[in-house]
């Protein structure tokens, strides 16, 4: 039957591919037997980029390598170059670095929440979703001055103290009310059942192999969670979410999940802040900064997973290399094991899934 | 089949509760959001002493020195707001404005004077 043979272009105009991402996926009937994602629609060239830029020039772009999640990079970036230059942080900024930590992190997630729930075709949640991510992005504004390219940690501490933790309260006391509101709109609805549970089913053991992390990791039944073993989250606790469902319902119900714990953390990090008033900046000379010679690595359980920065240095003004290691990229990967043999109609409910941000995979 | 149409219902009823919540959406070109105090718009420079530090950290290159002037970019300029942060004079300052669309390309190119005070070693 080589008639109802087709090769099909999922993007990357297509709206569920959020604009850069194109999927060529060959067709029998209905069914997926390949799958070939083309990537390289948002390249910046932030790799090379760095070779040529002092570090505090880099240091405003590292946010726009995941938009979504810019604190995670400028956290990642300053570690990689805090650990080179053995700086020690002081109580109060790494309490301040986690509560942003995890705010973004819950706005990351209530996007995704939004945008996975916009693809399948429910339009309500999205308008939600952004309502609650409004707050904290507002937050970021006011602290650092823009919504979402914050630019706000610097080498060995933060641009200024933060004075006003009033915000933060009320979000953390609207937004449990208002998760309730999405699980009853959303986790137990019946279509929204009928077109993620039991799709794209992935085991642990491919996980592993295509090297993903995150939440998708651990909604596979694998326990990995960077922070239980982060510095930066000492003493607070909180735990993984580890789920056994491993298809897509899976994947969004653990999203909400974590989004209640890093409730929890921020709450936390809130009260450490109150605690610890001293702030105390190293003081660096930003302005022609050169790290030692050397291979400094730094990583951080970034919302799409494991996420890395490697430097390596000849000790002038700009590193000789650097790397990013994002979770989205190989993520993009395992969608051609983890869409062949689907129906078309399932693909976007699949691929939403994963959570990929293009800018991450792209670079 | 019974737990379908609880969920269903259920599912209606929280969308149809948000009818009568207040609206959180802002009519935009009427009605302007309050900006916060260090909100990162146009750059403004006043009393500049030209150290050139902010040549040193712009990641853009969206600075440049003419004689007895400094020129700002608007459309290289990405918002990091570092030149007015390490700028020792602190002469840099980013404004408030933020609607800079324009039909002449050239008022983007931001030109002011640069003091004639000696040069200070910093």
Not at chain 1, 57 to 79: H, K, N, W
Not at chain 1, 89 to 107: Q, T
Not at chain 1, 192 to 217: C, H, M, P, W
Not at chain 2, 24 to 53: H, I, M, Q, W
Request: charged share 25%.
């Amino acid at each position: 039957m080589n008639n109802s043979r087709l090769k099909l272009n999922l993007g990357p105009q297509h709206p569920s591919t959020h604009g850069v991402l194109r999927l060529v996926l060959d067709l029998n009937g209905e069914k997926i037997t390949a799958c070939e994602p083309d990537v390289g629609y948002l390249h910046r060239g932030m790799e090379k980029m760095a070779e040529k830029l002092s570090y505090i020039q880099y240091l405003p772009l590292v946010d726009r390598i995941d938009y979504l999640a810019g604190f995670f990079y400028s956290e990642l970036f300053c570690r990689s170059i805090e650990n080179a230059l053995e700086i020690e942080l002081s109580n109060r900024i790494k309490a301040i670095r986690v509560m942003l930590l995890e705010l973004n992190r819950i706005a990351s997630h209530l996007l995704w929440i939004g945008a996975f729930l916009m693809d399948l075709g429910a339009v309500s949640p999205f308008f939600y979703a952004f309502r609650e991510r409004e707050l904290i992005l507002q937050y970021f504004e006011k602290i650092s001055g823009q919504r979402m390219m914050n630019n706000y940690f610097v080498f060995g501490g933060l641009r200024h103290d933060i004075f006003d933790l009033d915000d933060v309260e009320e979000i953390l006391r609207i937004l449990p009310e208002k998760i309730i509101d999405y699980e009853n709109i959303i986790t137990e609805n019946p279509i929204f059942i009928q077109r993620t549970a039991q799709k794209g089913i992935l085991e642990a053991s491919d996980a592993i192999n295509y090297g993903i992390t995150g939440v998708n990791l651990r909604t596979s039944g694998f326990n990995f969670d960077l922070r239980k073993t982060d510095k930066l989250y000492d003493g607070y606790e909180f735990d993984t979410v580890v789920l056994e469902n491993k298809d897509s319902w899976g994947r969004y119900k653990a999203r909400v999940l974590e989004i209640k714990e890093s409730i929890k953390i921020v709450a936390q990090a809130v009260a450490n802040i109150k605690t610890n008033t001293i702030y105390e900046a190293t003081k660096i000379k930003p302005v022609n900064l050169t790290i030692p010679e050397g291979e400094y690595c730094s990583e951080i359980e970034a919302p799409r997973g494991l996420a890395s920065c490697f430097i390596i240095s000849d000790g002038n003004k700009a590193p000789y290399r650097l790397k990013w290691r994002t979770g989205s990229y190989y993520a993009v990967n395992l969608l051609r094991k983890l869409l062949v043999g689907t129906y078309i109609n399932d693909a976007i409910a699949i691929a939403g899934s994963l959570d990929i941000i293009l800018p991450e995979v792209d670079k | 089949m019974l737990k379908n149409i609880k969920y269903t219902f259920l599912s209606l009823f929280t969308v149809f509760k948000h009818l009568f919540i207040k609206s959180v959406t802002l009519e935009y070109p009427e009605k302007k959001s309050n900006l916060p105090e260090n909100f990162r718009g146009k750059a403004v420079v006043d009393g500049c002493v030209k150290c050139y530090t902010c040549l040193k950290v712009c990641p853009a290159n969206a600075i440049i020195f003419k004689d007895e002037q400094i020129e700002i970019d608007m459309k290289k300029c990405i918002f990091c707001g570092n030149c007015a942060y390490y700028c020792p004079k602190k002469a840099i300052r980013m404004s408030h404005e933020y609607e800079l669309a324009t039909d002449n390309k050239h008022d983007l190119k931001l030109l002011y004077d640069v003091s004639n005070e000696v040069k200070e070693n910093v």
